[in-house]
């Protein structure tokens, strides 16, 4: 059973245009990642958000987790085609750390 | 900077075989992870392990064992491959069972079963 839906699974823009990607769950986290993969890689982490409402910001990526800790978004400001690639949400459950993955976002910036 | 190496980038194997994926980290990580990644689905979890010569089940561990046998070694086993475990298979390792640091990925074996 899934538990983090991710939204949406593909998103094709053109450069210097915004978008948000989702993360949703109706469990708790006690902290999410989101890791960014490009192809013949493995998974590479961008940011670990931990507090309920914690907003980072990582050049022009902005993440949130949602007070509740439920929920989190990734969002581009002004993406350019080194942005492309596949974008995955991980809940970490309890204090286990093992995660639990969304279906990921493969985003594809045309220049 | 942590380096996860799996041994094969490209497998392809026959209905029946066993199979062994194999991955290595350096950095003294206490766990190891492995998962298998399909479209649409993004990565779930087949095993992982936090000790050497322990393992746990993850959420799909049913057609797989695993083995470590030594620290920095976790290797996949598929005990009689079926088309379905058709696959990219990733190895991953972290020092921090809390979770809050980072898992570290091998770049991955694309597994396919014929």
């Known amino acids: 059973t899934q538990l983090l839906e991710q939204s949406p699974q593909f998103l094709s823009i053109q450069e210097g245009e915004n978008l948000t990607v989702y993360c949703n769950s109706s469990?708790?986290?006690?902290?999410l990642q989101w890791y960014r993969q490009e192809p013949g890689e493995g998974p590479v982490l961008l940011v670990t958000?931990?507090?309920?409402?914690e907003v980072k910001k990582l050049k022009r990526l902005t993440f949130q987790f949602g007070d509740a800790r439920k929920d989190s978004s990734l969002h581009i400001t002004a993406a350019q085609p080194g942005d492309t690639g596949l974008y995955l949400c991980?809940?970490?459950?309890?204090?286990?750390?093992?995660?639990?993955f969304g279906q990921g976002t493969t985003l594809q910036v045309k220049p | 900077d942590v380096k996860v190496t799996q041994s094969s980038r490209y497998l392809v194997k026959r209905t029946g075989e066993k199979v062994f994926l194999e991955c290595v980290q350096d950095?003294?990580?206490?766990?190891m992870f492995w998962y298998r990644q399909d479209p649409g689905l993004g990565l779930r979890l087949i095993y992982f392990?936090?000790?050497?010569?322990?393992?746990e089940k993850g959420d799909i561990p049913e057609g797989y064992s695993v083995s470590r046998e030594k620290k920095e070694r976790f290797s996949l086993i598929l005990e009689s491959a079926s088309t379905n475990q058709t696959s990219m298979y990733l190895c991953?390792?972290?020092?921090?069972?809390?979770?809050?640091?980072?898992?570290?990925f091998g770049d991955g074996t694309r597994l396919s079963i014929l």
């Open positions: 991953a390792s972290s020092g921090d069972r809390g979770g809050n640091q980072p898992q570290h």
């Open positions: 469990s708790v986290f006690s902290s």
């Open positions: 958000v931990v507090t309920g409402g």
């Open positions: 991980a809940g970490v459950r309890g204090n286990t750390g093992k995660l639990i």
């Open positions: 950095m003294d990580h206490e766990n």
């Open positions: 392990s936090y000790d050497v010569k322990m393992k």
